[in-house]
């Protein structure tokens, strides 16, 4: 599940950095209803696996309000990224 939510994480994070792009002038306009309709599907399966692994890994719920805010805080997804990575090698689970 670890896994699924990583790879979840950093489509995310990178959608974000998109629509952000978009309010920068860096991608057109004409594109904001798709990364926008991308955005949202992306950011709600986050929302769901990030309750499913918090569950299954005994975060606390400090631990789960913090990566769910990191959602929302450009190049965030990074740190969670780190973080998760440790927790798959502590747990002896396979990154890569």
């Known amino acids: ?21 978009v309010t920068l002038g860096i991608i057109s306009r004409d594109f904001v209803y798709q990364l ?4 949202g599907a992306l950011f709600f399966v986050y929302f769901v696996l ?4 918090s569950h299954k890994q005994g975060w606390s719920v400090v631990v789960w309000l913090l990566i769910l805010l990191a959602a ?25």
Not at 36 to 39: P, S, V
Not at 75 to 85: K, M, T
């Open 36 to 39: 926008g309709m991308g955005h």
């Open 72 to 96: 929302i805080i450009p190049f965030a997804f990074i740190p969670v990224e780190l973080y998760l990575r440790k927790q798959m090698s502590t747990r002896g689970l396979k990154t890569e």
């Open 50 to 53: 990030s309750l499913v692994a």
């Open 1 to 21: 599940m670890l896994k699924y939510f990583r790879f979840i994480s950093i489509l995310e994070g990178i959608s974000y950095l998109l629509i952000l792009s």
